[in-house]
């Protein structure tokens, strides 16, 4: 796999991470929901052959899968924090270039949008983006990975 794949690879996964930590801060806050509003445990009869109720059950559910959901996000965090970092290190040229061509969902003609942002032909546009996807991948791979 070359440097232009594995930076390729990076930003894609980059976007993924974003949507996936998005969705586990809302299951979280849902789960918190439902240890917050879980009903009480009460001690005034013996479990039948030594379980646990069910509310008592759901809620031991609950904590766990929160806890595995902290867990995955900081992961995620981490590894976001490291692609950011790497993209930082990159001229501003090559940032903007990354960030219209690869995280940019709304721009529809990516290079004419960036010959105008960056004042140069089409072609030059194609080679700042070479240029940046290397820069990226030696970059990320040699501090952060």
Same mark, same amino acid.
């Given at each position: 796999m070359t440097n232009k794949e594995k930076a390729i @690879?990076?930003?894609?996964?980059?976007?993924?991470?974003?949507?996936?930590?998005?969705?586990?801060? @809302?299951?979280?806050?849902?789960?918190?929901?439902?240890?917050?509003?879980?009903?009480?445990?009460?001690?005034?009869?013996?479990? #039948?052959?030594?379980? =646990?109720?069910?509310?008592?059950?759901?809620?031991? !559910?609950? %904590?766990?899968?929160? !806890?595995?959901?902290?867990?995955?996000?900081?992961?995620?965090?981490? @590894? %976001?924090?490291?692609?950011?970092?790497? %993209?930082?290190?990159?001229?501003?040229?090559?940032?903007?270039?990354?960030?219209?061509?690869?995280? !940019? !969902? #709304?721009?529809?003609?990516?290079?004419?949008?960036?010959s105008e942002i960056l004042g140069f032909e089409r =072609?030059?546009?194609?080679?700042?983006?070479?240029?940046?996807?290397?820069?990226?991948?030696?970059?990320?791979?040699?501090?952060?990975?």
């Amino acid at each position: 796999m070359t440097n232009k794949e594995k930076a390729i @690879e990076l930003l894609k996964r980059y976007k993924l991470l974003k949507v996936r930590s998005r969705i586990l801060e @809302e299951k979280l806050i849902a789960l918190e929901n439902l240890i917050t509003s879980a009903r009480g445990v009460t001690c005034s009869t013996v479990p #039948n052959r030594g379980g =646990s109720s069910k509310y008592e059950d759901k809620l031991i !559910d609950y %904590i766990t899968r929160k !806890d595995f959901y902290k867990l995955k996000l900081a992961a995620y965090a981490e @590894e %976001i924090a490291g692609i950011e970092r790497a %993209i930082a290190e990159l001229p501003e040229r090559e940032k903007t270039t990354l960030k219209v061509f690869f995280l !940019d !969902d #709304n721009a529809e003609d990516r290079v004419g949008t960036l010959s105008e942002i960056l004042g140069f032909e089409r =072609s030059h546009i194609y080679r700042i983006r070479e240029k940046a996807l290397n820069r990226l991948a030696t970059i990320y791979y040699a501090r952060y990975a």
